[in-house]
């Protein structure tokens, strides 16, 4: 008896916007609202996968928002795909990289709901599915992003007597260098050696900037700095590689396995910050991951600000990985004043716990889902208290 293959019967996207618990300062934007595009993906045997696609404040951050990333999906990746083995995960992706290029969230969102279909069909995690968990649990940072020293310290304090984060990445870049350093100094002398500090600078230095930026976040304690020059300057990247003791770590140059051979080639960074959508979805993501290794660089799991969907896809993931030596920021539920999730991801003892069960190890709380979805034309300043 041949068993009946198992198809993709609908692709339906969904925009939500969520309210922040507190302004995220970027070098870029602030943001007061995360917006998170959710795909459920319904198969032929009545099983159903969900993923998400998520950036960061809109196209202030790259080329996709929350708006191109639905589009995407529902002109070009969802009549590619109906119709299609839902088991054939690998298929999907080359037909829909053949068909659309760049799209990367878009991409991820997608894939995520397909390997959470194949995982639940097949009663595994998605981690089983590429190889098994060799983690429960995770170091997880917290990004420290007022821009106010005393704010900052104060939260930092807060975070380390709950026992909730003792790695804190501080969002730099907007102010002169000389202030973005002192701030920095004023959180390390208050935390001491309670907690690992580092900096996210988003891009926002030039080389010269930069210069002076690491050789001073160095003497005041910093470990690593996060993208401190655009994304194209890899040869700026590799000379502060190459000049300074404190890791520079790649982010925005990091879009993929294809950046990540040229940023190894150039010897333009320590570590990579490894992201699921930024990647273009997990398998890729896992490709990043590969290179990294083999290049003796140092990985670190990156975050888009997810909801507690695309967190659950990327502890997936990273739950595989022996040596996560800088750790994780996957705090994006937290950042969020509702979790959308029927059961939240765990955080406790400085860890974010990998969700157990088959598929991603979640569920949509769909009461939340219907609150914060965009079509329901529900005005966000009643939710923001504004």
């Given at each position: 008896?041949?068993?009946?293959?198992?198809?993709?019967?609908?692709?339906?996207?969904?925009?939500?916007?969520?309210?922040?618990?507190?302004?995220?300062?970027?070098?870029?934007?602030?943001?007061?609202?995360?917006?998170?595009?959710?795909?459920?993906?319904?198969?032929?045997?009545?099983?159903?996968?969900?993923?998400?696609?998520?950036?960061?404040?809109?196209?202030?951050?790259?080329?996709?928002?929350?708006?191109?990333?639905?589009?995407?999906?529902?002109?070009?990746?969802?009549?590619?795909?109906?119709?299609?083995?839902?088991?054939?995960?690998?298929?999907?992706?080359?037909?829909?990289?053949?068909?659309?290029?760049?799209?990367?969230?878009?991409?991820?969102?997608?894939?995520?709901?397909?390997?959470?279909?194949?995982?639940?069909?097949?009663?595994?995690?998605?981690?089983?599915?590429?190889?098994?968990?060799?983690?429960?649990?995770?170091?997880?940072?917290?990004?420290?992003?007022?821009?106010?020293?005393?704010?900052?310290?104060?939260?930092?304090?807060?975070?380390?007597?709950?026992?909730?984060?003792?790695?804190?990445?501080?969002?730099?870049?907007?102010?002169?260098?000389?202030?973005?350093?002192?701030?920095?100094?004023?959180?390390?002398?208050?935390?001491?050696?309670?907690?690992?500090?580092?900096?996210?600078?988003?891009?926002?230095?030039?080389?010269?900037?930069?210069?002076?930026?690491?050789?001073?976040?160095?003497?005041?304690?910093?470990?690593?700095?996060?993208?401190?020059?655009?994304?194209?300057?890899?040869?700026?990247?590799?000379?502060?590689?190459?000049?300074?003791?404190?890791?520079?770590?790649?982010?925005?140059?990091?879009?993929?396995?294809?950046?990540?051979?040229?940023?190894?080639?150039?010897?333009?960074?320590?570590?990579?910050?490894?992201?699921?959508?930024?990647?273009?979805?997990?398998?890729?993501?896992?490709?990043?991951?590969?290179?990294?290794?083999?290049?003796?660089?140092?990985?670190?799991?990156?975050?888009?600000?997810?909801?507690?969907?695309?967190?659950?896809?990327?502890?997936?993931?990273?739950?595989?990985?022996?040596?996560?030596?800088?750790?994780?920021?996957?705090?994006?539920?937290?950042?969020?004043?509702?979790?959308?999730?029927?059961?939240?991801?765990?955080?406790?003892?400085?860890?974010?716990?990998?969700?157990?069960?088959?598929?991603?190890?979640?569920s949509l709380d769909p009461d939340k889902i219907d609150f914060f979805r965009r079509d329901r034309a529900r005005s966000l300043k009643t939710v923001a208290g504004e």
């Amino acid at each position: 008896m041949v068993n009946a293959v198992t198809k993709i019967d609908q692709i339906e996207t969904m925009i939500l916007d969520i309210p922040t618990i507190r302004g995220h300062v970027l070098s870029m934007a602030t943001m007061r609202v995360q917006t998170a595009v959710l795909v459920r993906m319904r198969f032929s045997d009545g099983s159903e996968g969900i993923g998400e696609g998520t950036t960061i404040g809109g196209l202030t951050y790259g080329p996709e928002s929350p708006e191109s990333i639905q589009s995407a999906i529902d002109t070009y990746i969802t009549p590619a795909l109906l119709g299609r083995s839902a088991d054939d995960v690998n298929g999907a992706l080359q037909l829909v990289d053949h068909l659309v290029k760049g799209n990367r969230i878009a991409k991820a969102a997608v894939e995520i709901a397909l390997w959470d279909g194949l995982g639940k069909r097949l009663g595994v995690s998605v981690a089983q599915l590429f190889g098994g968990a060799v983690h429960s649990r995770l170091p997880v940072a917290w990004t420290l992003a007022s821009g106010n020293s005393e704010t900052d310290i104060a939260e930092a304090q807060e975070m380390i007597a709950a026992r909730r984060h003792n790695i804190f990445k501080l969002k730099i870049g907007k102010r002169a260098v000389a202030e973005d350093v002192a701030h920095v100094a004023r959180i390390k002398a208050a935390v001491g050696d309670a907690a690992s500090i580092r900096v996210d600078v988003n891009q926002a230095w030039s080389l010269q900037d930069a210069r002076w930026g690491l050789r001073g976040l160095q003497d005041v304690g910093c470990e690593l700095v996060e993208q401190p020059v655009r994304a194209r300057y890899l040869n700026a990247l590799r000379e502060l590689t190459r000049a300074h003791e404190i890791a520079v770590m790649a982010d925005e140059a990091l879009n993929g396995p294809e950046d990540a051979v040229s940023i190894v080639a150039r010897g333009a960074a320590d570590v990579f910050a490894v992201k699921v959508a930024q990647s273009g979805g997990i398998k890729r993501a896992s490709e990043v991951v590969a290179i990294g290794q083999a290049a003796g660089l140092g990985l670190y799991a990156g975050t888009m600000l997810e909801t507690g969907l695309g967190t659950a896809a990327a502890l997936q993931l990273f739950a595989g990985i022996e040596d996560l030596r800088w750790g994780s920021e996957l705090f994006g539920p937290l950042l969020l004043t509702e979790d959308i999730l029927a059961t939240p991801i765990v955080y406790r003892d400085f860890t974010v716990e990998v969700p157990q069960g088959a598929g991603l190890g979640v569920s949509l709380d769909p009461d939340k889902i219907d609150f914060f979805r965009r079509d329901r034309a529900r005005s966000l300043k009643t939710v923001a208290g504004e």
